[in-house]
C-alpha cells in the first residue's frame, strides 16, 4: 500500500483516468496558488469529485473518496495570472484522511490504488454494443463525431474516454470512475446512454 499526500481539486463532472488527459482552466486564486506550489514540488494534484445534496460549508464540501492522481504535462499562464493546463492521469487513489493545513488549497493523505498490470481489452460484443449505442446517443444529442477516429482508439481509451466526456450527473460520474473493470465501465456506460435516451429535455442523467 503507497500511501501519499496530495493538494485536490475539487471539481464536480470532472473526472480523470490513468493514462488519460484532462485540460483544465485555473483561475480561483486557491487554486491557482495549489498549481504553483504543485510546480513547485512533483507536479500532481489530486483530482476528486465533491459529494453533491450533502450539507457543508460552501468552501469545504464532502469529498468522495476515490479519485485520481494528474500530473501537469502542459503548462500555460496567461498574464492576469489565470493557468491553462493538461493533466496527464497516473493513478487512482483513495483518500485516507483530509489534512488540517493552512493552505488556501486542502490536502489529503490518500493510498494509491494499483491498476492492472496488462492492458484491459473489451470482448467483441461489448466493443460492438458500445459502438452502437455511442452513435446513438452522439446522434440524439447533435453531437459531431469523427467516427473513423473512434474505431481507431484502443478498448481503454474509448471507455474512459467517453466515461469523462458524457453529460452525466456527477453520481453516474463517479460510478464510473469506480467501477473496477473495464468490461463492467464499458457496461455501465451502454447503461446511463440508454437511459438518458429515454429523457428528452432533461441536461444530464440522475442517479442521485
Not at 48 to 63: E, G, M, S, T, W
Not at 96 to 121: K, M
Amino acid at each position: 500500500m503507497t500511501i501519499t499526500r496530495l493538494s485536490i481539486f475539487p471539481l464536480p463532472g470532472a473526472l480523470l483516468f490513468p493514462g488519460m488527459h484532462l485540460p483544465l482552466h485555473i483561475f480561483e486564486p486557491r487554486y491557482r496558488a495549489m498549481i504553483s506550489d504543485a510546480m513547485a514540488r512533483d507536479r500532481r494534484i489530486g483530482m476528486v469529485q465533491p459529494r453533491p445534496n450533502v450539507p457543508a460549508r460552501p468552501d469545504k464540501p464532502p469529498l468522495f473518496e476515490i479519485g485520481c492522481v494528474g500530473k501537469i504535462a502542459e503548462f500555460e499562464a496567461s498574464e492576469d495570472g489565470r493557468y491553462n493546463l493538461i493533466l496527464e492521469g497516473l493513478s487512482l487513489f483513495r483518500i485516507v484522511r483530509e489534512l488540517d493545513v493552512t493552505t488556501a488549497f486542502r490536502q489529503v493523505e490518500a493510498e494509491l490504488i494499483p491498476g492492472p498490470s496488462e492492458p484491459e481489452i473489451l470482448s467483441l460484443s461489448r466493443r460492438s454494443a458500445l459502438e452502437s449505442e455511442s452513435r446513438a446517443f452522439a446522434d440524439a444529442q447533435g453531437y459531431a463525431v469523427d467516427w473513423d477516429a473512434v474505431t481507431r482508439l484502443d478498448d481503454e481509451a474509448l471507455v474512459n474516454g467517453i466515461a469523462q466526456i458524457a453529460p452525466f450527473d456527477v453520481a453516474a460520474k463517479q460510478a464510473l470512475l469506480e467501477a473496477g473493470r473495464i468490461e463492467d465501465r464499458a457496461e455501465l456506460i451502454i447503461q446511463l446512454m440508454q437511459f438518458f435516451g429515454r429523457h428528452d429535455g432533461e441536461d444530464s442523467v440522475t442517479l442521485q
